[in-house]
């Protein structure tokens, strides 16, 4: 079941599968995302989706729309271009000009009156977040032993991120998320 939780004016639409154990509550997880959401400047009043699922469920996902085998611990389907993000560290956005278009993208796509813009859907695993939580292989770094919650928190928060244009692919983009991720969840450098 879908329930709409809306945190700070975002609505966060969440839906855990039938097969899920509750870890966290749906609360939690809206206010997990909102925070993420403000701090990477997300456009006031969006709505995002978050699928809380099993390990099967994200290997299908990543198989589909990766090309990669296996089950993985977070997936992102962001909507919108980086460039419609504020810039951050590692990237700065270039804008061809101030009328609403994103450099190769065309004109901005006008909304209904009322209706809130998609910013994309976000998968995580429980299953796995649980297994990474119990073997020490959570956290930033792959080497903590906590909780499945909060496993949970720091992948809900390293999707939403990627939704915003934040990606880890270059080692100042990495340390720049990393830096936002621990603020973000008060998580203490290398823990």
Do not use: K, Y
Not at 12 to 22: A, H, N, Q, Y
Not at 124 to 137: D, F, I, K
Request: aromatic share 4%; proline share 6%; with cysteine.
């Amino acid at each position: 079941m879908t329930r709409a939780n809306v945190v700070d004016g975002w609505r966060i639409d969440v839906t855990i599968r039938e097969m899920i154990s509750r870890t966290l509550s749906r609360t939690e997880i809206a206010r997990v995302v909102a925070g993420a959401l403000s701090a990477a400047g997300a456009p006031p009043g969006a709505s995002l989706s978050v699928i809380l699922t099993d390990d099967e469920e994200l290997a299908d996902l990543n198989e589909t729309h990766l090309g990669h085998e296996g089950p993985t611990d977070v997936l992102s389907f962001p909507l919108l271009p980086r460039e419609a993000f504020p810039s951050h560290a590692g990237f700065a956005p270039t804008l061809a000009n101030g009328d609403g278009t994103f450099a190769g993208s065309g004109p901005a796509f006008v909304l209904p009156p009322g209706a809130r813009l998609h910013l994309g859907d976000i998968a995580v695993s429980v299953e796995r977040a649980r297994a990474q939580a119990a073997a020490g292989q959570g956290g930033q770094t792959g080497d903590i032993a906590w909780s499945t919650e909060h496993e949970l928190r720091l992948l809900l928060t390293h999707g939403t991120l990627h939704i915003c244009g934040w990606d880890h692919a270059e080692p100042v983009e990495e340390a720049a998320m990393r830096a936002l991720e621990r603020e973000l969840l008060r998580l203490v450098p290398g823990r």
